[in-house]
């Protein structure tokens, strides 16, 4: 199993910034791919940032140029820039191996104007 631990949520105004961390612990071998989704009230999750062991990296087209996923050992983190209203959130990191996703327990995103 794989353990992962959000961190670095909150509240932020409009245009400011955020950067978000992803712990993983346990047993964190043959991660294919590390990401980052969200979900606001009423709608689906969706991804935002993913990046593989590769390093190659994706995002959703309303956060590109505005956000940044990096990766380093067995952290994941994604740098929010510019946030908007639309921002708001609860970011959930996703690391998968092979067809087996695990999941944090989530971080609260608020942008307020």
């Known amino acids: 199993q794989v353990q992962l631990v959000e961190s670095g949520g909150g509240l932020v105004q409009a245009g400011g910034s955020l950067r978000l961390s992803c712990a993983a612990s346990?047993?964190?071998?043959?991660?294919?791919?590390m990401g980052w989704y969200r979900q606001a009230p009423g709608k689906e999750r969706e991804l935002v940032a993913a990046?593989?062991?590769?390093?190659t990296t994706n995002y959703a087209d309303s956060v590109k140029g505005r956000f940044t996923i990096s990766r380093a050992k067995s952290t994941v983190y994604l740098q929010m820039n510019s946030l908007k209203l639309e921002d708001t959130a609860v970011y959930y990191c996703?690391?998968?191996?092979?067809?087996?996703?695990?999941w944090g327990q989530g971080t609260q995103v608020t942008v307020s104007s």
């Open positions: 996703n690391f998968r191996r092979y067809a087996t996703n695990f």
């Open positions: 990046i593989t062991s590769g390093s």
């Open positions: 346990g047993s964190i071998f043959s991660i294919d791919v």
